[in-house]
C-alpha cells in the first residue's frame, strides 16, 4: 500500500540553524501539507500546497517557514532560523483529488521529531 | 472559524468494555468534513474514518461505531468491546470543503486519550 514518508525521523539542531524537513508524498496525490504537533498537545495545521503554491497558510507559519516542492517527488519544509519552541513533532501529509472532484483521504507520514537545543 | 473540542483528555476502561469518545465542533459552514485518527503510542497518525456533512448515516466498522448528529454538532467514536490494542490518544476532526468539494485544512481536537486495562 502507498504510503507517505518523511526523513528524518528524529532530527536535533541548534538554536538559530537552518532545518529542512522532507516528505515524500503518495505518488499520485495532488494536495499536501505540513502539520506540527508539539508534545503532548494537538496537531496544529501549519500550510497547504497544491499546484506548485501555497493555497492556505496558519498564523503559525511566519517568515522563518517555506515550502517547496523540489521536484515531481519531494515536498519539503524549511525552517530558516530554529528556535526552542520549533521542537515538535512535524507530519507530512497529502490527498488525492477523485475524479470530477470531491474530497479525498488524507494520508499523514510517520512525522519528524524535531529537538531544538 | 472552526474548532473541535473533545472535552474528556483521558478515558480508563477494563478490557473488553465499551468506550465512547465524545467529539463537539464548531464551523460556520454548510458543507464540512469530520474524521477521526487514532495516534498510537509510536506517534503516527491513523486515519480512521472521514464522513461528510451531508451524510449523518451512522456507520459501523467491527468494533467501531460513529455517531453522528448534526443537530447537536456531534460526532461520538464508540469502541466495542476494548482491547488493549486501542489505547492510544484519539483526535477528532473538522475540514471545512472547498468549491471543488475537497478540503484543506484539517482542525483537530485536543485528543482524548484511552487507556485500556488488562
Known amino acids: 500500500e502507498p504510503e507517505v514518508t518523511q526523513t528524518p525521523s528524529h532530527q536535533v539542531t541548534q538554536m538559530g540553524q537552518e532545518v529542512i524537513l522532507r516528505c515524500v508524498p503518495i505518488?499520485?496525490?495532488?494536495?499536501f501539507y505540513w502539520y506540527r504537533q508539539i508534545l503532548g498537545q494537538k496537531v496544529e495545521f501549519l500550510v497547504s500546497?497544491?499546484?506548485?503554491?501555497?493555497?492556505?497558510k496558519s498564523e503559525i507559519f511566519d517568515d522563518q517557514f517555506s515550502v517547496e516542492r523540489p521536484d515531481g517527488s519531494n515536498f519539503t519544509l524549511k525552517i530558516r532560523s530554529t528556535k526552542l519552541e520549533d521542537s515538535a513533532m512535524y507530519f507530512c501529509?497529502?490527498?488525492?483529488?477523485?475524479?470530477?472532484?470531491?474530497?479525498?483521504?488524507?494520508?499523514f507520514g510517520p512525522g519528524t521529531r524535531l529537538t531544538v537545543t | 472559524a472552526q474548532k473541535v473540542t473533545q472535552a474528556q483528555t483521558e478515558i480508563s476502561v477494563v478490557e473488553k468494555e465499551d468506550v465512547t469518545l465524545d467529539c463537539v465542533y464548531e464551523?460556520?459552514?454548510?458543507?464540512?468534513?469530520l474524521f477521526w485518527y487514532k495516534q498510537p503510542p509510536s506517534g503516527e497518525l491513523v486515519f480512521l474514518i472521514r464522513?461528510?456533512?451531508?451524510?449523518?448515516q451512522n456507520e459501523i466498522s467491527g468494533r467501531y461505531s460513529w455517531n453522528f448528529q448534526k443537530s447537536t454538532s456531534s460526532f461520538n467514536f464508540t469502541i466495542t468491546a476494548s482491547q488493549v490494542v486501542d489505547s492510544a490518544v484519539y483526535f477528532c476532526?473538522?475540514?471545512?470543503?472547498?468549491?471543488?468539494?475537497?478540503?484543506?485544512?484539517?482542525?483537530f481536537g485536543t485528543g482524548t486519550k484511552l487507556q485500556v486495562i488488562p
Open positions: 501529509a497529502s490527498r488525492y483529488s477523485p475524479v470530477g472532484g470531491g474530497a479525498g483521504e488524507q494520508y
Open positions: 505518488s499520485n496525490h495532488l494536495y
Open positions: 500546497f497544491y499546484n506548485n503554491e501555497i493555497s492556505e
Open positions: 464551523t460556520r459552514d454548510t458543507t464540512y468534513y
Open positions: 464522513r461528510n456533512s451531508f451524510d449523518e
Open positions: 476532526a473538522l475540514s471545512e470543503a472547498i468549491y471543488s468539494g475537497g478540503y484543506q485544512k484539517v482542525t
